[in-house]
């Protein structure tokens, strides 16, 4: 029997914010679409977002490498 997935919609985590749920199911995982404070969008499952694993589009991994290299 599979878990009711948890409300996350209108949560942050790190720089997105939870926007809706995605059919998407693979897994049997619970995927959300998601809104990064540049603007683009990803999808991203629950642990994923709960975890931290997660937290933008990828533009977070960009903006350290860029402090890095200053």
């Known amino acids: 029997m599979c878990k009711p997935a ?8 790190g ?8 059919e998407k199911k693979l897994n049997n995982k619970a995927y959300w679409n998601c809104i990064c ?3 683009n969008t990803t999808i991203a499952y629950t642990g994923q ?7 933008s589009c990828g533009c ?3 903006e350290l490498a860029n402090k890095r290299k200053n």
Do not use: A, H, P, W
Request: charged fraction near 25%.
């Open 6 to 13: 948890i409300e996350i919609i209108g949560q942050r985590f």
């Open 15 to 22: 720089k997105l914010v939870v926007t809706s749920r995605n």
């Open 37 to 39: 404070d540049c603007g």
């Open 49 to 55: 977002l709960r975890s931290g694993q997660k937290q």
């Open 60 to 62: 977070l991994v960009m």
